[in-house]
């Protein structure tokens, strides 16, 4: 869904990986992810916003690239949630 009047699409496990891939090649943005939601225990595909805040987190605490990756799921994700409860 696309919050009206801020043109900003709910973020998902699929668009998350793929703004990672543009960092790190897709393999790698893949398998770091995978490895951060068995960590949480989180079911595949991440579908939750909370979930999705909580495996971007997760990137973060790697450290290195993922640190700055994971911050930026974590913004995306965050931002979109405040703004679709405003709507």
């Not at 990986?17 to 897709?26: C, E, P, T, V, W």
């Not at 949480?40 to 916003?49: A, H, I, M, Q």
């Not at 605490?61 to 949630?81: E, F, K, P, S």
């Amino acid at each position: 869904m696309t919050i009206p009047g801020w043109n900003l699409e709910r973020p998902d496990e699929e668009a998350l990986i793929a703004d990672f891939a543009k960092s790190m090649g897709a393999d790698a943005a893949e398998k770091i992810w995978a490895l951060a939601c068995h960590q949480l225990g989180l079911s595949r595909p991440v579908e939750d916003l909370d979930d999705l805040v909580r495996a971007a987190d997760a990137m973060v605490d790697i450290g290195g690239l993922m640190r700055v990756a994971g911050r930026g799921a974590r913004i995306r994700t965050v931002t979109y949630r405040a703004l679709a409860t405003r709507v």
